[in-house]
């Protein structure tokens, strides 16, 4: 048997043993997958499966990938690659309810046609008019198409969420009904001030693109069925009956989006009788307590590192106001679809909000302050007469405030008896799925767009991500409770760490030495041309003894600091070319060593034991 494992037929025979293994093995075991990545990156979750699952129609996706056009872009056709097996994973989870096609589209063909027809955007390459597509389109039979114009780098971790929610939106193309509910004219009014009609708000404008709207009165005592998100907008004093409403449809399955308020500087009410001023508050104290939240009574949010600036009236300096916000990226969830890719936020008097001891449900902050913050007593903002007054008393507690959350998982109803007439509604649910934020005017005009009149259209030019944050929440609140499940993933990239320290190190004292340099040439010049001056213009300058050693002086001292950042270069290369060879010692050298020392232990062993 030996001799015939060593002969040239016995290697003949295991080559072509192995062949045959591998045919087999791609025909047979193809379905086979081991995810053996840190974060799952090519598993599709319980949520995803559940999508595919509820598939009643086959779905027609088509991946379309310029694949020789990306050839030079080696981070590009890796995430491609992820797209093309996360697309797979889908096609074998939807066990036949989804055919997927990949397209090469090349320049001038069918495909390329067809692409742009689905709505697809051609990445330009050059200045040549070379194209890549990147992108994926689907629709379900003979209807409309709906695509991912391009997949982004930058938002490879919301991967599978924009999968599925394509998937979702074509098995169920109706758009979701929007139910509000509003104590602030979002729809346009009269203003009291101005004794004119008003014009809807333009958030409003945005939401009536992308949703059917269907508005609600203050005293209702039940929400539709065919509401499938309700937009709850600064509810002030509603009756027993529309909270019991409230609680009701949230218990259901029913998604919200609650805007409250401690200090609304938009709501311009009339106060009621006996008032001296009207209320600018709006809360839900009943049921956030059954939801496991509370927002802080009478309690807003002042922060020195996000104060906005605001102008004080033509010809005055721009004021920082520490209660008129402006959130950077930093102060939002980049791991929430809601709010992940915002650049800009603004709020003013916003609240706090906090999670209850001992609830159940999950509070996940959306919108948080810096830790240069400090609560303020929503009253100081009615007297204020200067906002400079509020950066001079702001004493920093070191601690971060939520002015945004998401609440989900279990709950229980805040009538625990029901109300008069209505004794048998739910009582609990397993999971609820609801956006607070504590902030009414962020929705408002003048905290995000500026909106010009062009031939008797309303043109909006934003200014903050104030409506795309309240689009994001409502277009996740509208999907299914799977797809809601469906959140940010990691990265396929894993970045060099320790590579990215050294070069960190190396560029700070790097630029440290090269300010020095400047510094020390700008200084040099100077002298240079204060000894050069002359008193007759038209005479060329001649260099005195003294001016001749000084610059003799200076070009040495350029060439010994130059000399220095070289050797600051060099020992950055050194350091990483010496972290290169360390690891190609233990990968090349030390492995093979330590398995050829293992065979050969094992092999004495064996001898030993015969």
């Not at 193309?173 to 004794?195: C, K, W, Y």
């Not at 903002?381 to 950066?391: G, S």
């Not at 007439?421 to 005009?445: E, F, H, M, P, Q």
């Not at 240079?528 to 070009?555: C, I, N």
Request: no cysteine; hydrophobic share 45%; proline share 6%.
């Amino acid at each position: 048997m030996k001799k015939l494992m060593y002969s040239s037929a016995g290697l003949l025979v295991i080559a072509l043993a192995f062949l045959a293994f591998n045919m087999l093995a791609r025909v047979g075991l193809s379905d086979w997958r081991l995810d053996l990545t840190e974060q799952k990156l090519y598993t599709i979750s319980a949520g995803t499966e559940k999508v595919l699952a509820e598939i009643e129609q086959p779905v027609e996706l088509y991946f379309f990938y310029s694949d020789q056009a990306s050839k030079d872009l080696p981070s590009l056709r890796n995430y491609a690659k992820r797209v093309e097996e996360m697309l797979k994973a889908y096609e074998r989870a939807a066990e036949g309810k989804l055919k997927l096609h990949i397209v090469d589209p090349q320049p001038f063909s069918a495909e390329e046609d067809q692409a742009a027809e689905f709505g697809l955007q051609a990445i330009p390459l050059n200045a040549g008019g070379d194209k890549l597509y990147f992108g994926l389109a689907g629709r379900v039979g003979d209807g409309v198409p709906q695509a991912i114009p391009v997949f982004a780098l930058d938002q490879e971790e919301f991967l599978e969420y924009d999968l599925s929610r394509l998937v979702q939106s074509l098995a169920k193309p109706e758009r979701p009904v929007i139910g509000v509910l509003s104590g602030l004219p979002l729809n346009g009014g009269f203003d009291m001030q101005t004794r004119q009609p008003s014009r809807p708000w333009m958030v409003m404008e945005e939401i009536r693109q992308q949703f059917q709207i269907e508005s609600l009165k203050a005293g209702i005592d039940q929400i539709p069925e065919k509401v499938s998100v309700l937009l709850l907008v600064h509810p002030k004093d509603l009756p027993e009956q529309s909270l019991y409403a409230i609680d009701q449809f949230v218990l259901r399955g029913g998604k919200l989006l609650a805007f409250v308020d401690p200090y609304s500087e938009i709501d311009s009410g009339m106060p009621m009788p006996g008032e001296e001023a009207a209320s600018k508050t709006s809360d839900l104290p009943a049921l956030f307590k059954a939801w496991g939240v509370q927002l802080l009574p009478d309690q807003v949010v002042t922060d020195g590192a996000y104060a906005m600036a605001l102008s004080m009236g033509e010809g005055q300096r721009a004021v920082r106001h520490a209660a008129f916000l402006s959130l950077p990226r930093a102060a939002l969830d980049q791991s929430d679809v809601s709010t992940a890719g915002l650049e800009t936020l603004t709020l003013a008097s916003a609240g706090i909000l906090e999670p209850l001891a001992g609830a159940k449900s999950r509070f996940t902050p959306l919108l948080q302050s810096s830790v240069y913050a400090m609560p303020v007593d929503s009253k100081r903002l009615a007297l204020l007469q200067n906002p400079e007054e509020l950066i001079r008393e702001l004493q920093p507690t070191g601690q971060r405030y939520a002015m945004a959350a998401r609440i989900s998982g279990p709950a229980e109803t805040a009538f625990a008896n029901g109300i008069e007439g209505r004794k048998d509604g739910l009582k609990s649910a397993d999971n609820i799925n609801v956006i607070v934020v504590a902030d009414t005017d962020l929705l408002s005009d003048r905290m995000w767009v500026q909106v010009q009149d062009f031939f008797g259209q309303r043109m909006p030019q934003p200014w903050a991500d104030n409506a795309s944050f309240t689009i994001n929440a409502l277009d996740n609140l509208s999907g299914s409770d799977a797809l809601i499940s469906v959140r940010s993933r990691g990265r396929f990239s894993r970045p060099f760490e320790v590579v990215d320290a050294l070069q960190r190190t190396a560029e700070v004292k790097f630029r440290e030495q090269e300010a020095e340099l400047q510094q020390r040439l700008a200084a040099t010049e100077q002298q240079l041309a204060s000894l050069q001056q002359s008193d007759d213009p038209a005479q060329s300058p001649q260099l005195t003894p003294e001016q001749q050693a000084t610059l003799q002086q200076f070009m040495a001292e350029k060439v010994r600091i130059r000399k220095e950042l070289r050797d600051v270069r060099f020992q950055l290369n050194a350091d990483i070319d010496a972290l290169g060879r360390s690891l190609k010692l233990v990968n090349i050298a030390l492995v093979p060593v330590l398995l050829t020392v293992g065979v050969l232990l094992l092999w004495f062993w064996r001898r030993r034991k015969r």
